[in-house]
């Protein structure tokens, strides 16, 4: 069978990618995963490359760990973060873009506010451009390091019952999850309060419920999204208490469930509101493997984009 070959400059989103396309990246990131291991934690892929981490939203786990997997690779970075930047003077996200362009950069990492902000970059750049999470739309290297975390926990993710909690209405995390999961195989149950489940969600080919007991129930993994307290909370739901009560994964709740069940969260970790500390540093949590699992995946997006890049402007 010919073998897969990346062929696309950007990383905008799972929606677009085939299942093939998904399997690769995960396939890279396992190639890649080794090199943290080592005692020069370093391989030569990307040297004399520059990737520039262009971030409009506060990040610790994606900026950080987009920096370490573009080190590992032997690439230059760049931090740039919006707020002591020309943007502060007015400037457009596709001339900051432009001008990154001019400086002779080759990949642009972007963390974006708004939804779609990481197309718009991608259609005016010739260079790689990279999503770390568009306003409500996609975060695609947050779920592949969730999907390759399960992989390595369960060898397998087809069939698996994966149960997404939380404010999935504006979750681009639960939106990456639900392409990515699905493409693969999984059985994808969304659970939310009716004011945080999307209108007919079910024909992205998951199962909604607001019952949070019945979506845990036959789950081999519980997602747990974070809620996001810089909303007003209010206008989400009454309070954090009464939330925390009602969608809250705590441990009373998991014990009434008849196995184990792995738990996972994206970060930030808003502790006694949408997960307990005692299940968030308990022995079922993988979420700090999910973080040292992000490196190997980010490493991946990176080293493909920089392999699609070279086939683009060859087509150019
Ligand atoms: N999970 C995630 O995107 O975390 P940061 O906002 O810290 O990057």
Known sequence: MKKLVWERKDLLGL????????????????????????QIKKVPALRGKTVVNL????STRTRVSFEIAAKRLSCDVINIIADTSSVRKGESLVDTGKNLEALKIDIIVLRHNSSGAAHLLARNVGVSVINAGDGWHEHPTQALLDIFTLKEKFGKIAGLNVTIVGDIAHSRVARSNIWGLTKLGANV???????LLPAEIEKLGVRAVTDLDEALKGADCVNVLRMQLERDERSIFPSSLD??????????RLKKLKKNILIMHPGPLNRGVEISSEVADGKDSVILEQVTNGIA????VLYLVSQGKEKYAFNY
Not at 17 to 30: D, G, M, Q, R, W
Not at 55 to 58: A, C, D
Not at 189 to 195: F, I
């Open 55 to 58: 971030f409009y939203e506060p």
């Open 189 to 195: 149950c969304v659970c939310a309060p009716a004011s």
């Open 15 to 38: 929606a677009d990618l085939s299942k093939e396309e998904v399997e690769l990246i995960l396939e890279t990131a396992e190639s890649f995963k080794e090199v943290s291991s080592r």
């Open 297 to 300: 995946v980010r490493m991946a």
């Open 243 to 252: 939330y925390f009560k009602e969608y809250g994964i705590t441990a009373e």
